[in-house]
């Protein structure tokens, strides 16, 4: 059994700022590639951003410059630092944990984020 569980998500302002967090536990040895998904009303889940055990990342274009992915491989955590925050990043924001034995990908239950004055 693998637990997949995010935090961090709320209501906040335009400009405003979030930290997103993502702990893996369980019967997970090793995780490769960690990312955040985001899935608005209506619309297809997303990329939003993702780490490999390297540390090399990739974002939507939507995010790049106000958005940064980070790991703590001692932790299995992946945080999801939002900076400037807009009305467009409303959401529910998932969190994805590949293992590196099964390369299967394990899904959180989503945190929401609401943009809005």
């Known amino acids: 059994q693998v637990q997949v569980v995010e935090s961090g998500g709320g209501l906040v302002q335009p400009g405003g700022s979030l930290r997103l967090s993502c702990v893996a536990s369980?019967?997970?040895?090793?995780?490769?590639?960690m990312g955040w998904y985001r899935q608005a009303p209506g619309k297809q889940r997303e990329l939003v951003a993702r780490?490999?055990?390297?540390?090399?990342?990739t974002y939507a274009d939507s995010v790049k410059g106000r958005f940064t992915i980070s790991r703590d491989n001692a932790k299995n955590t992946v945080y999801l630092q939002m900076n400037s925050l807009k009305p467009e990043d409303t959401a529910v924001y998932y969190c994805?944990?590949?293992?590196?034995?099964?390369?299967?990908?394990?899904w959180g239950q989503g945190t929401r984020v609401t943009v809005s004055s």
């Open positions: 369980g019967s997970i040895f090793s995780i490769n590639t």
């Open positions: 994805n944990i590949v293992a590196v034995s099964t390369n299967i990908g394990y």
């Open positions: 780490i490999t055990t390297g540390g090399r990342t």
